[in-house]
């Protein structure tokens, strides 16, 4: 069969170390890769499985896993992802692919991601049933790349470590008034008013699901009087703030409204602010999301690389006073989540089902292995209106963790 060659040539092209066998929907068998460890072994279930995935890898690799037409029957999906992505870095260009990544890229631009769009969008991900998060984010409920400052920190430390990190980088000081966009369920801006000593905190987000955990998150810490969060779009917020904060939201605006994010953004800034964004990008050329994450886990997301931002940034008359690049802190932070959620598949099983669980895996496993060896990494982007608001070195920001790292022990010691 055609798509016999055409597997086989891709595979032997893609798998230098490790051993991957093929099974195909006839029985054949193949076997690719060095004979060393990972192994893995995966059969096709149809003929029309194995064409699909030779047409469209990108988006097909997933769906079949997802549908059980893929199988892998010995090894695991991210096994199976480490033998074709960790010897390919940069080789993913290669036509027929570099084509139909130029047609979604040209798309992609074009799409227009306005406040009912952008809305749907965050609901169709962050508006599922909350106990799922539960099971395997850390119990702040930190939906973004944590910060392991030393090499044997747990999920719960790097995430710690994160808002300590991203706090520092703000300057926030007493009386300080905080926006927060993209807020999540709340965690960062209650760090905020309680460790950080903000003033005021507006949390916004376009999730209901995390709207209602944030506001039940303020109560129950007694900061209503401090802490607010909104359901609204970023285009609709007034007044200004000291300090903006926007963690893991940039990557669900999309490139036609990047000058209007950075735009609202100087807007919402006081001449004296400073702002952190903290996105997922890429440090290589520009080009769309993978196909099946889109279509299935973030729709409208996208992964920009400097040269996507820097223009808009530009133009709004913002100025950037600090970039930090974290690299494999995000695939350590996807495999803590993948180990705890295969942990309690049982618990998901009960909230979905079998489709949705293997979908689920998928999309953790994916996401942890283009941090591991492929091009996703993490910007943080400190941001200011005036060029000496800004420490001329970056010592503060140590100075600035120990400091608040002394005051989450207070804390604690206060709740206790």
Same mark, same amino acid.
């Given at each position: 069969?055609?798509?016999?060659?055409?597997?086989?040539?891709?595979?032997?092209?893609?798998?230098?170390?490790?051993?991957?066998?093929?099974?195909?929907?006839?029985?054949?068998?193949?076997?690719?890769?060095?004979?060393?460890?990972?192994?893995?072994?995966?059969?096709?279930?149809?003929?029309? &499985? !194995?064409? %699909?995935?030779?047409? @469209?890898?990108?988006? $097909? +690799?997933?769906?079949?896993?997802?549908?059980?037409? #893929?199988? *892998?029957?010995?090894?695991?999906?991210?096994?199976?992802?480490?033998?074709?992505?960790?010897?390919?870095?940069?080789?993913?260009?290669?036509?027929?692919?570099?084509?139909?990544?130029?047609?979604?890229?040209?798309?992609?631009?074009?799409?227009?991601?306005?406040?009912?769009?952008?809305?749907?969008?965050?609901?169709?991900?962050?508006?599922?049933?909350?106990?799922?998060?539960?099971?395997?984010?850390?119990?702040?409920?930190?939906?973004?790349?944590?910060?392991?400052?030393?090499?044997?920190?747990?999920?719960?430390? &790097? !995430?710690? %470590?994160?808002?300590? @990190?991203?706090?520092? $980088? +703000?300057?926030?000081?007493?009386?300080?008034?905080? #926006?927060? *966009?993209?807020?999540?369920?709340?965690?960062?801006?209650?760090?905020?008013?309680?460790?950080?000593?903000?003033?005021?905190?507006?949390?916004?987000?376009?999730?209901?699901?995390?709207?209602?955990?944030?506001?039940?998150?303020?109560?129950?810490?007694?900061?209503?009087?401090?802490?607010?969060?909104?359901?609204?779009?970023?285009?609709?917020?007034?007044?200004?703030?000291?300090?903006?904060?926007?963690?893991?939201?940039?990557?669900?605006?999309?490139?036609?409204?990047?000058?209007?994010?950075?735009?609202?953004?100087?807007?919402?800034?006081?001449?004296?602010?400073?702002?952190?964004?903290?996105?997922?990008?890429?440090?290589?050329?520009?080009?769309?999301?993978?196909?099946?994450?889109?279509?299935?886990?973030?729709?409208?997301?996208?992964?920009?690389?400097?040269?996507?931002?820097?223009?808009?940034?530009?133009?709004?008359?913002?100025?950037?006073?600090?970039?930090?690049?974290?690299?494999?802190?995000?695939?350590?932070?996807?495999?803590?989540?993948?180990?705890?959620?295969?942990?309690?598949?049982?618990?998901?099983?009960?909230?979905?089902?079998?489709?949705?669980?293997?979908?689920?895996?998928?999309?953790?496993?994916?996401?942890?292995?283009?941090?591991?060896?492929?091009?996703?990494?993490?910007?943080?982007?400190?941001?200011?209106?005036?060029?000496?608001?800004?420490?001329?070195?970056?010592?503060?920001?140590?100075?600035?963790?120990?400091?608040?790292?002394?005051?989450?022990?207070?804390?604690?010691?206060?709740?206790?």
């Amino acid at each position: 069969m055609l798509s016999d060659k055409i597997l086989s040539l891709a595979f032997t092209r893609a798998v230098k170390h490790g051993t991957l066998e093929m099974t195909t929907a006839e029985g054949e068998r193949s076997t690719f890769g060095d004979g060393t460890e990972p192994r893995v072994s995966i059969r096709f279930a149809d003929a029309a &499985a !194995q064409m %699909a995935l030779c047409l @469209h890898p990108e988006l $097909k +690799l997933g769906e079949l896993y997802t549908e059980g037409r #893929l199988v *892998i029957e010995q090894g695991t999906i991210l096994d199976l992802l480490q033998l074709l992505l960790q010897h390919t870095h940069g080789q993913l260009d290669e036509l027929p692919l570099q084509r139909l990544r130029k047609i979604r890229h040209w798309m992609m631009r074009r799409a227009e991601n306005d406040a009912a769009k952008a809305k749907r969008n965050v609901a169709h991900h962050y508006d599922l049933d909350g106990r799922l998060y539960v099971l395997f984010l850390d119990s702040d409920r930190q939906y973004s790349c944590a910060y392991f400052d030393h090499p044997d920190a747990s999920l719960e430390e &790097a !995430q710690a %470590a994160k808002k300590r @990190h991203i706090a520092a $980088k +703000l300057m926030v000081d007493r009386g300080h008034s905080v #926006l927060d *966009i993209g807020s999540g369920w709340g965690g960062m801006g209650l760090y905020l008013a309680q460790v950080a000593g903000a003033g005021t905190v507006k949390g916004i987000t376009l999730s209901e699901e995390q709207f209602e955990a944030s506001r039940r998150g303020a109560a129950g810490a007694g900061l209503l009087d401090r802490v607010r969060f909104e359901l609204e779009d970023y285009r609709s917020t007034t007044g200004t703030f000291d300090r903006i904060v926007s963690v893991g939201m940039f990557e669900h605006v999309g490139p036609p409204s990047y000058d209007e994010y950075f735009q609202t953004c100087r807007r919402l800034l006081k001449e004296d602010g400073v702002m952190l964004l903290h996105t997922i990008g890429r440090s290589g050329t520009p080009y769309p999301a993978n196909p099946w994450i889109t279509k299935y886990i973030f729709p409208g997301g996208h992964l920009p690389v400097l040269s996507e931002i820097m223009p808009a940034i530009e133009r709004a008359g913002l100025i950037v006073t600090d970039i930090e690049i974290l690299r494999l802190h995000y695939a350590y932070t996807l495999r803590a989540w993948r180990e705890r959620f295969l942990a309690y598949r049982e618990e998901v099983l009960k909230l979905y089902d079998e489709r949705f669980c293997r979908m689920w895996e998928c999309y953790l496993a994916m996401s942890e292995s283009v941090f591991r060896w492929q091009d996703a990494v993490v910007f943080q982007v400190q941001l200011a209106r005036r060029n000496d608001v800004v420490p001329l070195t970056r010592g503060y920001i140590a100075e600035r963790e120990a400091a608040l790292k002394a005051a989450e022990g207070m804390e604690l010691k206060r709740s206790a």
